[in-house]
């Protein structure tokens, strides 16, 4: 069975800061997709980036980042510039290739400060 | 399009009542979930189901029950509610045999007092 770890339960970063989330994952498999999904104080859940873990490259969206390390089963989110809308839960999410079911990791709580 | 739609958002519950979550899509999902959101612990699945009459247990399912009649629905039943199962729930759908993102709705809050 895959496991999603995110070992920062809370963070906090300035405004305009750059912050940078951790996630690991345990699994046997070779082909996946790896998620951050965003979780405002809305409770809607957001998808904020995807990572196909055949493609080397590390897959970017306007601000936010990810780098994606096969090898060691990382795959921290890097958010740049950070807004006060980024003030949010991140949950790392795990799913194998044309699985079903996701897994979640316990989240992240990240506060920008003004 | 509405998406995942979850009726009710709030709801409180005394230990023993019983009550339906109420989840629907209008995508065509084959695939449909019910996760549980608790502090520290993320989003646990509790059920889940890949089309019409099929349904699957997922980490979490005591004390739960789903059925899945339509493409579109799929309730989560609570038959004696537990103070243990004061949580948020969230309704997810998606299309079978791709490999694109959950599609949530808004969640229920639920309080068992």
């Known amino acids: 069975a895959q496991t999603v770890t995110q070992s920062q339960p809370e963070m906090s970063v300035q405004e305009a800061e750059t912050v940078t989330l951790s996630c690991t994952y345990d699994?046997?498999?070779?082909?996946?997709?790896l998620f951050w999904y965003k979780q405002p104080p809305s409770r809607q859940m957001i998808l904020v980036i995807r990572q196909e873990a055949y493609k080397q490259q590390n897959a970017t969206e306007n601000r936010f980042s990810v780098n994606f390390q096969k090898a060691a089963k990382s795959f921290s989110l890097k958010i740049s510039d950070s807004q006060l809308g980024d003030t949010a839960m991140y949950f790392c999410a795990f799913m194998k290739n044309y699985g079903q079911n996701f897994v979640f990791g316990p989240g992240t709580r990240l506060s920008v400060l003004p | 399009n509405a998406g995942v739609t979850q009726t009710p958002k709030f709801q409180v519950l005394k230990t023993g009542q019983s009550m339906t979550l109420q989840c629907a899509q209008d995508?065509?999902?084959?695939?449909m979930s019910w996760y549980r959101q608790d502090p520290g612990m993320g989003l646990r699945l509790i059920h889940y189901?890949?089309?019409?009459?099929?349904?699957d247990q997922g980490e979490v399912p005591n004390g739960y029950n789903v059925s899945r009649s339509t493409t579109e629905d799929f309730p989560l039943r609570l038959l004696s509610a537990a103070p243990s199962q004061t949580s948020v729930y969230f309704c997810?759908?998606?299309?079978?045999?791709?490999?694109?993102?959950?599609?949530f709705g808004s969640g229920t809050q639920l309080s068992v007092l």
């Open positions: 699994t046997s498999e070779n082909n996946y997709y």
């Open positions: 189901s890949v089309g019409a009459g099929i349904t």
């Open positions: 995508m065509n999902h084959e695939y």
């Open positions: 997810a759908s998606r299309r079978v045999g791709t490999n694109e993102k959950l599609f």
